[in-house]
């Protein structure tokens, strides 16, 4: 199975590739166009701030390429929020692929929400074999509000969407390869896909 991670700049490349090296399989950090187009899955990473990472989209002609994709793409944390409608984050216009905005906590909670919270009101093939409740590792100040796209949530202040899915797209807010055998479990459920 051929792997792509989109390469644009974005953090967290080196976790991800372990994890799914402990799987058994190899991902390739590439930006080539022809790469990404014909992996089997596609991972859409990111850790940083939205503005800056657009661009970078933009420069590459990434922000063209990544919605076209048939494949299953999952975009994790800022890969997730850039796939949204809008980021308040340096009022960011998303690709737009999922419906929603993503908005910034309120200064009533510790911002960013840091370490671990539990994910409920699983609905997609993605969580095969994770149980209501249980945990998953998220580092972030920015959150996309709850939706019809939502396949699972999470309370921080309020109840916000963890994960969404439209079509061949997966977005999760939490970083699932830092979320030890559930996380490790969700990216296997993105391989068999």
């Keep these: 199975m051929k792997l792509s991670i989109v390469n644009y700049g974005a953090g967290n490349i080196k976790s991800i590739q372990f994890a799914f090296q402990r799987l058994g ?3 390739v950090l590439t930006d080539n166009p022809k790469e990404i187009k014909t992996a089997d899955k596609v991972i859409f990473p990111g850790v940083g701030e939205a503005s800056s990472a657009m661009k970078m989209l933009k420069e590459s002609g990434l922000d063209t390429l990544i919605p ?8 994790i944390c800022l890969g997730m929020q850039l796939m949204c409608n809008h980021t308040e984050e340096g009022n960011t216009k998303g690709l737009g692929i999922f419906d929603v905005n993503v908005k910034r906590f309120s200064n009533a909670v510790k911002v960013p929400q840091m370490g671990w919270n539990t994910v409920k009101n699983l609905k997609s093939d993605l969580f095969k074999g994770i149980i209501e409740g249980d945990y998953m590792y998220l580092v972030h100040s920015y959150y996309a509000e709850n939706c019809n796209e939502a396949i699972a949530t999470s309370d921080y202040e309020l109840e916000y969407a963890s994960a969404l899915e439209n079509d061949n797209f997966y977005g999760v807010q939490f970083h699932p390869e830092k979320s030890s055998k559930v996380g490790e479990k969700l990216l296997q459920n993105f391989l068999d896909l």
């Design 25 to 27: 399989y190899e991902a």
């Design 68 to 75: 076209q994709l048939k494949q299953p793409v999952l975009g």
